[in-house]
């Protein structure tokens, strides 16, 4: 989701396609009743940003956090 977002603010057409990847992602995921959970990879850390904000159960992971905390645990 990242290069796309970051092409777009670059390019100066960000807030229109904010819009289009936030229904995108809404109609790919919220009420696909063949889709159980959903992962997005990207390397900018989102939180609760705009095109997320109608997703529910939404999680953000880091990876190099958890990496230390299983790190710690062996």
């Known amino acids: 989701y990242d290069t796309p977002i970051h ?6 057409y960000y807030a229109k396609f904010i ?15 063949g889709l159980h959970k959903a992962v997005i990879t990207g390397i900018t850390r989102v939180g609760q940003a705009s095109i997320f904000s109608d997703l529910n159960n939404f999680r953000t992971l880091i990876l ?3 990496f230390k905390m299983m790190r710690k645990n062996i």
């Open 19 to 33: 819009d289009f990847f936030k229904a995108f992602l809404g109609s790919a995921l919220k009420g696909n009743k």
């Open 64 to 66: 190099l956090k958890e």
């Open 7 to 12: 092409a777009a603010y670059t390019r100066n």
